[in-house]
T-cell receptor, first 113, second 111 residues
Framework: DGGITQSPKYLFRKEGQNVTLSCEQN?????MYWYRQDPGQGLRLIYY???????QKGDIAEGYSVSREKKESFPLTVTSAQKNPTAFYLC????????????FGQGTRLTVV | SQKIEQNSEALNIQEGKTATLTCNYT??????LQWYRQDPGRGPVFLLL?????KEKRKERLKVTFDTTLKQSLFHITASQPADSATYLC??????????FGTGTRLLVSP
């Protein structure tokens, strides 16, 4: 059963701690994305990767880091430098072809207290 | 600056009517534009794609238009149903496989 899996669904962390969100896909997609969504808002692009061992900053990369060591995996670390980390985080993947649809995971809701 | 704008206010319509949602963009030259549906607490789901050389695309009760001169896409749902109630997001190609999204418009279809 192919798809894209994010874990955990809910995550609570104390202020000042780094936290890593998991994203795994078994769709054999080259491109992967991380978005952030705040209440009542659209999706804002944090980082994206077109191929293994390469990634680019999106529009709001400050305070975040990623790695792409394997095609299937694109973990996102929310660092203590991110001023307002509480949000809904969405991971997506697509084939490496312009116009191909993005498949999304179910999201991780991160709350920093 | 680059922007993708959708109506931030919710669109309320009656069942059976046609819903029309707007997506306007500035300082982009997208090769394509996509529309997604998002239900509360879930990830978006792809609905339709339209390319820059296409004026209109249809899929069942859905229709999308793309006007590169006006820098606008319109998304229509005909014979709307309460089950169509959701947030609808447009997304466009910002180059190099970079996919950027609009703010989304919430649609409420009442029986």
């Amino acid at each position: 059963d192919g798809g894209i899996t994010q874990s955990p669904k809910y995550l609570f962390r104390k202020e000042g701690q780094n936290v890593t969100l998991s994203c795994e896909q078994n769709l054999n997609h080259d491109a992967m994305y991380w978005y952030r969504q705040d209440p009542g808002q659209g999706l804002r692009l944090i980082y994206y990767s077109q191929i293994v061992n390469d990634f680019q900053k999106g529009d709001i990369a400050e305070g975040y880091s990623v790695s792409r060591e394997k095609k299937e995996s694109f973990p996102l670390t929310v660092t203590s430098a991110q001023k307002n980390p509480t949000a809904f985080y969405l991971c997506a993947s697509s084939i490496e072809h312009r116009g191909s649809e993005a498949f999304f995971g179910q999201g991780t809701r991160l709350t920093v207290v | 600056s680059q922007k993708i704008e959708q109506n931030s206010e919710a669109l309320n319509i009656q069942e059976g009517k046609t819903a029309t949602l707007t997506c306007n963009y500035t300082n982009y030259s997208p090769a394509y534009l996509q529309w997604y549906r998002q239900d509360p607490g879930r990830g978006p789901v792809f609905l339709l794609l339209i390319r820059e050389n296409e004026k209109e695309k249809r899929k069942e009760r859905l229709k999308v238009t793309f006007d590169t001169t006006l820098k606008q896409s319109l998304f229509h749902i005909t014979a709307s149903q309460p089950a169509d109630s959701a947030t609808y997001l447009c997304a466009l190609d910002a180059g190099f496989q970079k996919l950027v999204f609009g703010t989304g418009t919430r649609l409420l279809v009442s029986p």
